[in-house]
């Protein structure tokens, strides 16, 4: 499984980005697929995450109400729609994915990795 990150860059507080994250080499198969990030210092933490065979989708309380993950199955693409960010959100975001059931948002939850974009908000 191969995981693509973009659309990370530099906002203002209170703006959006719009990240992307392209998957290919797993046959389509229904997945869990998650972002994750990780700011200097800190450790890797979930923000949401979506399982793709039905669209459930789960998120972190921090992010709750800002931020929306979405999927299109058609380009194998999962989307992490970003509004009204914060300072706190600069962080290197990632794209995780695995085919275990139910789907979580811990780290060790998930086998494949992107190798991230960074958002920085000032």
């Known amino acids: 499984v191969q995981l693509v990150e973009s659309g990370g860059g530099s906002v203002q507080v209170g703006g959006s980005l719009r990240l992307s994250c392209a998957a290919s080499?797993?046959?389509?198969?229904?997945?869990?697929m998650a972002w994750f990030r990780q700011a200097p210092g800190k450790e890797r933490e979930g923000v949401a995450r979506?399982?793709?065979?039905?669209?459930?989708?789960y998120y972190a309380d921090s992010v709750k109400g800002r931020f929306t993950i979405s999927q299109d199955n058609a380009k194998n693409t999962v989307y992490l729609q970003m509004n009204s960010l914060e300072t706190e959100d600069s962080a290197r975001y990632y794209c995780?994915?695995?085919?275990?059931?139910?789907?979580?948002?811990?780290?060790?939850?998930?086998?494949?990795w992107g190798q991230g974009t960074q958002v920085t908000v000032s």
């Open positions: 080499g797993y046959g389509g198969s229904s997945t869990c």
């Open positions: 979506i399982a793709t065979g039905s669209g459930n989708t």
């Open positions: 995780a994915a695995d085919f275990r059931v139910p789907c979580g948002l811990r780290r060790d939850a998930y086998n494949y």
